[in-house]
């Protein structure tokens, strides 16, 4: 009895965590990692969506959710709705590698919006910069 208790209690109390990728729009990106409450306000929200980007610690500035994937590696698609993994039948797009026109695959997908079960995140700064970091004094060899 007491074993089944710790497993529920286990699965209710999971909160979520997220591999971040935040990219701007000159190319340059930088990789943060979300854990138990830091990750609760990203939870719910959908491919496309624009949040405020001190959520995640960079201030001044808003985010849009791009794409991800989960710890399978299944890849989000944004017209597939929900959280689910889904068979779609594709022709091109997210998930799919080049195939010769006129094929169509059937793929494994997951919807949309961000769950638990979601691992990396991919985000673009809309507004605002990355933060810089301060490099310290590069050791050079001495030099005859």
């Given at each position: 009895m007491q074993r089944l208790i710790k497993a529920i209690s286990t699965l209710v109390f999971k909160?979520?965590?997220?591999?971040l990728v935040i990219s701007d729009a000159r190319g340059k990106s930088i990789t943060q990692e979300l854990k138990d409450r830091a990750a609760q306000p990203l939870l719910g929200s959908k491919i496309g969506d624009i949040i405020d980007s001190s959520v995640v610690g960079i201030s001044g500035g808003k985010m849009k959710f791009t794409g991800g994937s989960d710890k399978s590696g299944t890849p989000m698609r944004p017209d597939v709705h929900g959280g689910?993994?889904?068979y779609v039948l594709l022709s091109r797009g997210v998930g799919m590698k080049n195939?010769?026109?006129g094929n169509r695959i059937r793929k494994l997908v997951r919807g949309n919006m961000i769950t638990e079960e979601i691992y990396q995140l991919n985000c673009m700064l809309?507004?605002?910069?990355l933060p810089v970091k301060v490099e310290g004094p590069s050791k050079e060899p001495a030099t005859k």
């Open positions: 909160l979520a965590q997220f591999k689910v993994k889904k195939i010769v026109d809309v507004e605002g910069s």
